[in-house]
């Protein structure tokens, strides 16, 4: 058997080159044999083209004809391009042939490009020999698994992209799941806006909600507190911030004066204080000043901090806080140190305020950067982010700003600290550019918006563009993935979800819900009660 043969199977023979320009290859086809059993080419097909040396690989990414004839169709000259995107070395000394990416020759003119066969596949797209899961199938060819590579997913950032009810969520679950099932150790946070996931992961996560999260004001920064307070208000340069800057270090000391005595305490020390003795400290200011014109910023602040403090809502920040210092079990607990069999926490962020929101996303952003940084990589953290456009839009939104930051520096420098960040949205041009161009692994669902599609595909390489043609018509839980976190760029089919771990995001259905009258009378009751409670 020659190195042809010990290669692939008989291939079909679907063309030749006729133009060469770096990796893009365009290919005269062979119009009077079709392109072999399969039918004809389409998008995404993957093609070769052998070589003395080696077996190269490309992606068809292109097909025309530049001049249709009405009279004889197989007259007419039919075009393909394609990306060569990696390569089989010819077996040697009986090694078993292994596909690796990129090319290291290119392929000449008049070579013949071949149809790849099953073999083909299972090479191209074998588990590879790194740790990897399992999500799917490819869409070439339904019996062949379509695998992630772990490290290469969650060391680099990634991004789930796809319109509503294209089967986003599911496909995270999915990822997430196989990933913990090979990891049972892991630490993941996710960030969840509408609580879909809570049921999702069963056992395996700590849900973490307003009922009982703890994210005690002293543990705000500076521009998170002045954020809380004074939201479009003027915010850090106001007045009242100027005044909190001398207040807050003054009442960190008096607190911590026993223990660390002579300790010098900024704004931004996260250790606990008494918020009764900050105001305290305000009301004795306001007692020493001679002109009664300056009190109107001291009112103000008051009112504030009694609101803050009164507010049902904000109770994980400053209702019934003990002034002990907690840092370490609210980092414990959120980071899952240790697991204790729950590798997950989400954190359900519905029933926060929406005026706040932006600030509980920035000090959780925070808090797992600053942990990485300081525990030296110990403990790698992934942060996953559902509709992360709501708190890292891509216009200039003053509000967002702080989040907006605290995301994108982990987007930047998370990974030399053990920081993973997973971005989801149905809106990738409403997503800030930082985050996005930092996620080195993409896996794009369907989606129909222009706009969303023009900014995806700046944000992919240009040998997995011609695979973006197939976003608006994708089929639920269809994706185009393409990055380090694959072997190759490939669509595919990720796995179906049992119905009892699907993600809470179905669309309600109206025809079922509309043919019977309700018999709870107290269901408005209820909800006015829950509604209530959190307004």
């Known amino acids: 058997m020659d190195g042809h043969q010990s290669i692939a199977t008989i291939e079909t023979v679907i063309g030749r080159v ?28 993957l093609i070769k083209v052998e070589m003395p040396q080696s077996v190269a690989y490309g992606i068809v990414n292109g097909l025309t004809i530049p001049m249709p004839s ?9 075009l393909a391009e394609f990306t060569m995107v990696g390569e089989i070395a010819k077996p040697a000394d009986g090694k078993a042939p292994v596909f690796r990416r990129g090319i290291s020759c290119l392929p000449s003119l008049g070579d013949t490009i071949l149809r790849t066969t099953k073999d083909d596949l299972a090479r191209v797209y074998a588990a590879p020999d790194r740790p990897s899961v399992k999500v799917g199938a490819i869409h070439q060819d339904s019996s062949l698994s379509a695998h992630v590579l772990t490290d290469e997913l969650l060391g680099k950032h ?37 609580n879909e996931y809570a049921r999702a992961f069963g056992d395996r996560a700590e849900i973490l909600n307003t009922d009982n999260l703890e994210l005690p004001y002293w543990l705000l920064n500076f521009e998170e507190l002045t954020e809380l307070l004074f939201s479009g208000e003027g915010g850090k340069e106001s007045a009242e911030a100027a005044i909190l800057a001398e207040l807050i270090p003054r009442a960190k000391r008096e607190y911590h004066q026993a223990t660390e005595p002579g300790r010098n305490f900024t704004a931004n020390t996260p250790v606990p204080y008494k918020f009764s003795y900050l105001v305290q400290l305000i009301e004795d200011d306001m007692g020493k000043l001679d002109n009664t014109a300056m009190l109107a910023p001291y009112r103000r602040l008051q009112s504030r901090l009694s609101t803050l403090q009164s507010d049902v809502r904000y ?10 210092d907690t840092m370490a079990s609210v980092i414990k607990r959120m980071f899952r140190i240790p697991v204790n069999g729950k590798p997950i ?63 994108s520096r982990i987007a930047k420098e998370g990974r030399k600290y053990g920081v993973s960040l997973c971005v989801i949205s149905q809106r990738p041009s409403r997503l800030s550019t930082d985050l996005l161009s930092q996620c080195n692994t ?25 695979l973006l043609e197939f976003l608006p018509s994708l089929g639920n839980s269809e994706a185009i993935a393409v990055g380090q976190g694959m072997s190759m760029p490939v669509r595919i089919k990720f796995n179906r979800l049992p119905s009892e771990i699907r993600p809470h995001s179905a669309t309600a259905i109206f025809s079922e819900s509309w043919q019977e009258e309700s018999d709870n009378d107290d269901f408005v009751d209820q909800v006015v009660k829950r509604w209530r409670r959190t307004s």
């Open 18 to 45: 006729v133009s060469i320009a770096g990796a893009q290859v365009i290919g005269h086809l062979d119009v009077s044999g079709t392109h072999g059993p399969d039918g004809a080419l389409q998008i995404g097909t």
């Open 70 to 78: 009405e009279e004889d169709p197989k007259k007419e000259m039919q």
């Open 158 to 194: 990634f991004a789930v992209l796809g319109t509503t009810g294209s089967g986003k969520s599911c496909a995270v679950v999915l990822m997430l799941s196989a990933i913990l099932d090979q990891h049972p150790n892991a630490h993941i946070v996710m960030l969840d806006p509408h």
């Open 315 to 324: 109770s994980f920040m400053f209702g019934g806080i003990s002034v002990t």
């Open 345 to 407: 926490s989400i954190v359900d962020l519905s029933g926060v305020p929406s005026e706040i929101l932006n600030v509980v996303v920035g000090i959780i952003c925070r808090l797992t950067f600053d942990f990485a940084l300081w525990s030296d990589r110990q403990v790698p953290i992934l942060l996953v982010c559902e509709e992360a456009h709501r708190y890292a839009p891509s216009h200039a939104e003053p509000r967002f700003t702080m989040t907006k930051n605290a995301l």
């Open 442 to 466: 993409l896996f794009a669902l369907r989606i129909t918006n222009n706009d969303d599609q023009n900014h995806l595909g700046g944000a992919i390489a240009d040998s997995s563009t011609g």
